[in-house]
């Protein structure tokens, strides 16, 4: 596992749109049963199609699937698979939100192969710090972080079989752009 790219990154203000999970639905310790259950029943499709072509203008990878790392009201460890949606979007039923505010957040690309880029969320967090970003923690993030899965670099290997999983996280407004800023690419298609 790798971290090839790292960059800063606006989220617009958006509807988290999704189910909430929590440590009883681990099965096996991951959440990999909950996601098959979400292809299975085609929850992503039907989500999906509440991404118009002015939302990707704002948010251009929203309509990729999302897993989000939180924690809850009383403190417990929230797991969260979705999408982020324009504000306001209605929520279907069945379904649970979270309006999550506009935010700063560092981006770090982790190639490698599954399942060892579901767990590089230190090294990614590490890396946002030593190239400068402060990542928030505590009450004041509305998350911990947050997994892209993007088209293309999530769903279509390398020559080695590499896929890259975007890692997001709540960065302070006041932190610097730095090496970060001189190495990051914003563009989907770029390789590392």
Known sequence: MDIVNVYRERMPECRFIGKRYTEADRTGGTFAQKWGEWFRQGWFDMLGQRVSAQWSAAFPEANSSFGMFRLGA???????????????????????????????????????KPPSIYSGEDEALGRMRAEGFTPMEGPEAAFKFLKRYVSGRYTQPDAQGNLILDLLAPIRPETPGGAAAAIGRRDGNAQP
């Open 74 to 112: 009383q403190g417990e460890e929230e797991y969260w698979i979705g999408l982020c949606l324009p504000p306001g979007t209605a929520v279907p039923g069945g379904f649970d939100h979270i309006d999550l505010p506009a935010a700063d957040l560092g981006v770090c690309w982790i190639q490698g």
